[in-house]
T-cell receptor
Framework: DAGVIQSPRHEVTEMGQEVTLRCKPI?????LFWYRQTMMRGLELLIY??????IDDSGMPEDRFSAKMPNASFSTLKIQPSEPRDSAVYFC?????WGQGTRTAEAFFGQGTRLTVV | RKEVEQDPGPFNVPEGATVAFNCTYS??????FFWYRQDCRKEPKLLMS???SGNEDGRFTAQLNRASQYISLLIRDSKLSDSATYLC?????????????FGKGTMLLVSP
């Protein structure tokens, strides 16, 4: 498997523009996570899906952010309109389902999308 | 109190040194614990899980103290290639669903 695939790798956009980040999880993984990483705040969980259903979106900063997972092999994170403070590296990760008592739950990360909003 | 706290470092050590990182977590219901490694401008990758009894993987030893809500990572005989940021990660079950919470990481710089 090629691992988690994200696109684009880099995105530079002007303030006010719509930005769409894409993610293809590892085949067979039930969980998909969107994270944002900045120097100030580290890695923050934005939203995660289980079997394509959004479970927890409490980390989404505001209504400008939305995420979808139309099928098991694809997810998008959209920012509309974008602002300079959205500049960060956005990671998508996927993982196999795990239940109570399971000891290991490795999350596999994509290479990230480095977003710069000017 | 932050959910997962780590000393940001950087820790500057010479090759061959032993270095230890600490991490504290706030949610006593947390069930699983991990250390991830992140190289500069790369994605995080799992380094090792942390088990209650403590576990070792080559030069790396991880320990967990549930009573104190404290996790540690010890690296012996540091190599230049160990230079990276080490992220403490806590998995907490909530209403049947699991979430991974990451610390901000501790940066390690190993010099010749």
């Amino acid at each position: 498997d090629a691992g988690v695939i994200q696109s684009p790798r880099h995105e530079v956009t002007e303030m006010g523009q719509e930005v769409t980040l894409r993610c293809k999880p590892i085949s067979g993984h039930d969980y998909l996570f969107w994270y944002r990483q900045t120097m100030m705040r580290g890695l923050e969980l934005l939203i995660y899906f289980n079997n394509n259903v959004p479970i927890d979106d409490s980390g989404m900063p505001e209504d400008r952010f939305s995420a979808k997972m139309p099928n098991a092999s694809f997810s998008t994170l959209k920012i509309q309109p974008s602002e300079p403070r959205d500049s960060a590296v956005y990671f998508c990760a996927s993982s196999l389902a795990w239940g109570q008592g399971t000891r290991t739950a490795e999350a596999f990360f994509g290479q990230g999308t480095r977003l710069t909003v000017v | 109190r932050k959910e997962v706290e780590q000393d940001p470092g950087p820790f500057n050590v010479p090759e061959g040194a032993t270095v230890a990182f600490n991490c504290t977590y706030s949610n006593s219901a947390s069930q699983s614990f991990f250390w991830y490694r992140q190289d500069c401008r790369k994605e995080p990758k799992l380094l090792m899980s942390v088990y209650s009894s403590g576990n070792e993987d080559g030069r790396f030893t991880a320990q967990l103290n549930r009573a104190s809500q404290y996790i540690s990572l010890l690296i012996r005989d540091s190599k230049l290639s160990d230079s990276a940021t080490y992220l403490c990660v806590v998995n907490t079950m909530n209403s049947g669903y699991s979430t991974l919470t990451f610390g901000k990481g501790t940066m390690l710089l190993v010099s010749p």
